[in-house]
């Protein structure tokens, strides 16, 4: 009843920014805390950024104030500005939302198919 789409993943040069963005739509009463996550080519899946829905951020350390979550809570959207992205950000990015949906009293952790970030040198 519910889902995330994720977009705007592409090819980029090395220094460049890009900025992805992910909307749920759907049955949808609330949305609670949203985030991004990545996996790259042989590696696990890691934890990029959330944000809850009073706007409270949290960053993996590696992102270096290079990356900035945001979210537009009446366009159930979460937004991902990359900066001085690197070779080592190339990886499928992943959007999750913890969603409630219409006429449940229940939290349904909602995940994208995912956009791919190239980043070439």
């Known amino acids: 009843q519910v889902h995330v789409v994720e977009s705007g993943g592409g090819l980029v040069q090395a220094g460049e920014p890009l900025t992805l963005s992910c909307a749920a739509s759907g049955s949808i009463f609330t949305i609670n805390d949203m985030g991004w996550y990545r996996q790259a080519p042989g590696q696990q899946r890691e934890l990029v950024a959330t944000?809850?829905?009073?706007?409270?951020?949290n960053y993996a350390d590696f992102v270096k104030g290079r990356f900035t979550i945001s979210r537009d809570n009446a366009k159930n959207t979460v937004y991902l500005q990359m900066n001085s992205l690197k070779p080592e950000d190339t990886a499928v990015y992943h959007c999750n939302a913890q969603i409630r949906v219409r006429f449940t009293d229940r939290y349904f952790a909602v995940w994208g198919q995912g956009t791919l970030v190239t980043v070439s040198s």
């Open positions: 944000i809850t829905s009073g706007g409270t951020t």
